[in-house]
């Protein structure tokens, strides 16, 4: 059996009992030594050691070793995402702490070197050898995961469930109050209206809680109602200033007490620094909006729309504007994605839509970078895991902190001040006071045309000179590089960090996503229907949904509702609109609910109103029923129900065609119809056919013979009946 990194190795006794636990942990290239660490015990944890492959290889042979599947702790290398997300920032910093020797490999295994290393790291972090130690001991009793640094409280404590003291815990003091569940709902009372509305410091809050909760009385003095604390049963300070802190972080503590703006400029570290990361082309990407310095007027340009939002993606290596997006919409994770799609896509098409031709070599960027950064706005979200599938790492400068985000800083301040000199119905970001000229008399450019306007000056912008604020490398002195955007993208395209992801990729991880279902009408999605071509062709629209599932995630551009997006396999697929909502074509989402709550609101008027009209329907009904059932009794009284189906034939074509002339559109009678049907015995409503004679004819002995039998037959019928009745 073949042994690799990770590989479990359990020694055995002459009984076959564990004695030994083994993990590999690095092998050479030759196949000749391995360094295992011995983890049987999670307390005492061990250092690493060398051993010959050939050794191992042959005690399994001899049945001495066995190589095991089994994981030391997967409860804590594969934890829960809430549990991960809890203590994801205490493994962060212990791995940080080792990272950058723990790669040092087979250095950090030898004892000599391994106590060098340690020691640059302490020097470096500021924490002690023992600290770094174990972290390294558990990195390596968990197989080399960073997840093996995690907090291990899977055991500790029981979960879900608070202590119950029946007496103060802690030293022994003259309180004897013991805090509960009531004194815990005053504390968080107290915090939000003393500290938090009235900004009192902790202490005066304690003294305000206790006046207003934990009172037995008052007393007059100065004419004033005194309130008189209880302190046998007020809690100390100490016990609301513990339970204050650790029910709370420190971001909430400095936001209570100095506002969210203060706290997150001082409580927030930013998680990276773009442009230390920023060691060539592709390595890190900064995106950011601003509005811009224009105000913009609607298609018809008869409606002033005010400022636009432009979202702009750059390379902070070479400066280069790799991708922008306009929108009138408000800031949003969408938005920014959209600008990301630009900047990971084929300008040469993009350009094409605005009536621009240029060339790739113009503005060669279509790919996707290393680290994105942003400011703990649109990208502060739980989308942002998504990045990890097109592995792009997400990092997040602090709020309010437009310092460490300075390239595309400056390039906003270098584009709106372009727009100001160039383009009317631009302002400046100020507040327009008294008798100043109001520069949207001027404003004339509508979205299209502003979206024209940016695509040649990011054109002009990434052939520009850089600022004198960017230093050169040493290679792009020797290579005597030309020092533009463009030129310093493409000298280090054989060195960049730069992927690219199709078009379907990038659709399906960055654009919203929201529950379908799958129904015998098609995909019903906000009350629209879509289908595609697979699912006609497998029949997922005859009741069994996909697979059996009925409820799918899709993907979707809320701009427009033509189409939505499908993972199936490996494939995303395109749904269409079905033809019941084919009319709602090219229409916005939010056009789409307007339409959808419209007709709701008016299926719900009219089901009021439909009441009224049922209940007079239900009225006349009963009416109409009534005299028909009177009628019908008194004119059968004397007449059997046998007797009543017979002569149907006869009698069903008289009243039809009494009931046709009536309905005729040749009829010219102005009576209503209740007087033109004359109700008359069934006999006298069969019309008897005139004789020969009558006729002025003369007839033939066989009709005479026809005419005869007839009669004849007519006679014994009516005979029959007679008898019967």
Request: proline residues 3%.
């Amino acid at each position: 059996m073949q042994i690799v990194i990770n590989s479990i190795i359990e020694r055995l006794d002459e009984d076959l009992n564990v004695i030994e636990i083994l993990r590999v942990l690095w092998i050479d290239e030759e196949q000749r030594n391995v360094v295992v660490v011995n983890i049987n015990e999670h307390v005492k944890k061990s250092y690493p050691y060398f051993i010959s492959c050939e050794v191992i290889k042959i005690e399994i042979e001899e049945k001495k070793s066995r190589v095991s599947d089994q994981e030391t702790d997967i409860q804590l290398l594969s934890p829960e995402e809430n549990y991960l997300e809890k203590y994801k920032e205490n493994r962060d910093r212990r791995w940080n702490l080792i990272k950058d020797i723990v790669q040092q490999e087979p250095a950090i295994y030898l004892s000599i070197s391994r106590g060098k290393l340690i020691h640059e790291a302490h020097l470096a972090s500021g924490k002690s050898k023992k600290v770094i130690r174990d972290n390294l001991l558990k990195y390596w009793f968990y197989g080399k995961s960073k997840n093996g640094l995690l907090d291990n409280y899977f055991n500790c404590g029981v979960p879900g469930k608070q202590r119950q003291y029946k007496q103060k815990p802690g030293p022994v003091s003259s309180n004897k109050t013991v805090v509960n569940d009531t004194d815990i709902e005053i504390f968080k009372s107290a915090i939000k209206v003393f500290h938090i509305r009235l900004g009192m410091s902790i202490r005066t809050t304690h003294e305000k809680m206790c006046e207003t909760f934990y009172k037995r009385g008052f007393y007059r003095k100065y004419g004033v109602k005194v309130p008189i604390v209880d302190p046998d049963k007020a809690p100390s300070e100490r016990q609301f200033r513990y339970w204050y802190t650790n029910n709370s972080t420190l971001f909430t503590r400095k936001s209570n007490k100095y506002g969210k703006r203060r706290a997150t400029m001082e409580a927030r570290a930013m998680l990276g620094n773009a442009s230390e990361k920023a060691l060539c082309v592709g390595a890190v990407f900064e995106v950011d909006a601003t509005r811009s310095d224009i105000i913009l007027v609607s298609f018809d340009r008869k409606t002033i729309l005010g400022k636009p939002t432009v979202y702009v993606v750059m390379d902070v290596f070479s400066r280069i504007v790799a991708g922008y997006h306009v929108s009138l919409a408000s800031e949003s994770w969408f938005e920014a994605m959209v600008a990301i799609e630009h900047a990971a896509t084929d300008k040469v098409e993009n350009c094409a839509r605005f009536g621009i031709e240029i060339l790739e070599e113009d503005w060669p960027c279509r790919h996707l970078p290393q680290n994105l950064i942003g400011d703990r706005g649109e990208l502060k979200s739980q989308l942002s895991e998504r990045f990890v599938n097109l592995n792009v790492d997400v990092l997040n400068a602090p709020s309010y902190r437009g310092d460490l985000k300075p390239f595309i800083e400056s390039n906003f301040h270098i584009t709106n001040e372009t727009i100001r000199q160039l383009l009317s119905g631009s302002t400046e970001a100020r507040q327009i006071v008294r008798g100043d000229y109001n520069p949207a008399r001027d404003s004339s450019w509508t979205i299209e045309e502003f979206n024209r306007f940016l695509i040649i000056y990011f054109l002009t912008y990434n052939k520009s000179a850089l600022s004198r604020e960017f230093l050169p490398t040493k290679d792009m002195f020797i290579d005597k590089v030309e020092l533009t955007p463009l030129r310093v993208w493409n000298w280090d395209k054989g060195k960049r960090l730069l992927h690219e992801r199709q078009r379907k990729a990038l659709r399906y991880n960055l654009l919203p996503r929201e529950e379908a279902k799958v129904t015998r009408f098609g995909i019903e999605f906000r009350g629209l229907t879509y289908t595609c071509g697979s699912g006609i062709e497998e029949g997922w629209f005859e009741g069994n949904g996909i697979y059996g599932i009925t409820k799918i995630d899709v993907t979707f551009d809320p701009r427009n509702c033509s189409s939505i997006f499908f993972k199936y396999k490996n494939d995303l697929l395109q749904c269409l609109l079905t033809g019941r909502s084919k009319e709602f074509e090219d229409l916005h989402f939010s056009e789409v609910e307007k339409i959808i709550e419209y007709r709701n609101s008016q299926i719900k008027e009219q089901e009021k109103l439909e009441k009224q009209h049922r209940a007079e329907l239900h009225a006349f009904a009963e009416t109409l029923d009534k005299s028909a059932r009177q009628k019908t009794i008194e004119a059968t009284q004397d007449k059997s129900f046998y007797s009543r189906n017979q002569n149907k034939r006869e009698t069903r074509n008289a009243d039809s065609r009494v009931w046709g002339a009536i309905e005729a559109i040749t009829n010219v009678s102005s009576k209503p119809i209740s007087e033109s049907i004359v109700h008359k015995p069934a006999e006298e409503k069969v019309v008897k056919l005139r004789s020969a004679d009558e006729m002025g004819e003369k007839s033939n002995s066989n009709n005479s013979d026809i005419q005869a039998l007839f009669s004849k037959k007519s006679y014994e019928r009516r005979r029959r009946n007679e008898t019967h009745e």
